[in-house]
Nanobody
Framework: QVQLVESGGGLVQPGGSLRLSCAAS????????MAWYRQPPGNQRELVAS???????NYADSAKGRFTISRDNAKNTVYLQMNSLRPEDTAVYYC???????????????WGQGTQVTVSP
C-alpha cells in the first residue's frame, strides 16, 4: 500500500504565502507524475498544478505566476509554494501521485487525505 500525507495548510491573510508538502510512503518503486488538486466549498475538485518525473510542470490558469510546484524524488515528496494568496484560493488541497509499486508495473493513482487552506482577512 501507498500513503500520501499532506501538510502545510492553514489560515492566511490575502496576499500571504503557504507551502504545502506531500510525502509518499509505502510500496514504491518509482513515482511518475505528481500533482496538486483543490476542491473549493460547493465545487468540484480541480487541478492546480502537476509535475512529471522529469520535472516538467503544468499549471491551471488561476495558479500561473503565483504558485510553484516542485518535487524531491529522493524523498518521494511534492511541494506547492503558494504566493499572493486570494480568498478564492480557499479550498481543501489534495495531492495525487502515480506510483509504480515495483519494476515494470503500471502506475496506480493515489490520493492524500487533503489539507485545508483558508484565505481570509
Amino acid at each position: 500500500q501507498v500513503q500520501l500525507v499532506e501538510s502545510g495548510g492553514g489560515l492566511v491573510q490575502p496576499g500571504g504565502s503557504l507551502r504545502l508538502s506531500c510525502a509518499a510512503s509505502g510500496s514504491i518503486f518509482s513515482i511518475d507524475a505528481m500533482a496538486w488538486y483543490r476542491q473549493p466549498p460547493g465545487n468540484q475538485r480541480e487541478l492546480v498544478a502537476s509535475i512529471t518525473g522529469g520535472g516538467r510542470t503544468n499549471y491551471a490558469d488561476s495558479a500561473k505566476g503565483r504558485f510553484t510546484i516542485s518535487r524531491d524524488n529522493a524523498k518521494n515528496t511534492v511541494y506547492l509554494q503558494m504566493n499572493s494568496l486570494r480568498p478564492e484560493d480557499t479550498a481543501v488541497y489534495y495531492c495525487n501521485a502515480d506510483v509504480r509499486p515495483q519494476i515494470g508495473a503500471h502506475p496506480y493513482g493515489f490520493w492524500g487525505q487533503g489539507t485545508q487552506v483558508t484565505v481570509s482577512p
